[in-house]
Nanobody
Framework: QVQLVESGGGLVQAGGSLRLSCATSGIPLTPNGMAWYRQAPGKQRELVATISTSGTTTYADSVKGRFTISGDGAKRTVQLQMDSLKPEDTAVYYC?????????????WGQGTQVTVSS
């Protein structure tokens, strides 16, 4: 079955760093890319960063210059290096694999990992 397993979350002080990792298995389709999303309490899930299978990256404005996404397309793993963390980065972070089949988008999600940034 499909599995996306995140690791690396935790508690860190403002200004600190964390590195999230996501390992996948059982993805039955060829993905277009991988991504990280986050969801803070009482807020909608938001896109943090993406990396396509060709290596193109995108970032939310709120994390540009602080977060770096990287991945291994062959191993279907993705990481998120988070530096200069702020209390507003506190959220559950979700790994995502995405693609499309016959113009129909598909997504697989991890279970999430908590990141808490104290002030």
């Amino acid at each position: 079955q499909v599995q996306l397993v995140e690791s690396g979350g935790g508690l860190v002080q403002a200004g600190g760093s964390l590195r999230l990792s996501c390992a996948t298995s059982g993805i039955p389709l060829t993905p277009n890319g991988m991504a990280w999303y986050r969801q803070a309490p009482g807020k909608q899930r938001e896109l943090v960063a993406t990396i396509s299978t060709s290596g193109t990256t995108t970032y939310a404005d709120s994390v540009k210059g602080r977060f770096t996404i990287s991945g291994d397309g062959a191993k279907r793993t993705v990481q998120l290096q988070m530096d200069s963390l702020k209390p507003e980065d506190t959220a559950v972070y979700y790994c995502n694999v995405y693609g499309s089949l016959l113009s129909t988008p598909w997504h697989y999600w991890g279970q999430g990992t908590q990141v808490t940034v104290s002030s």
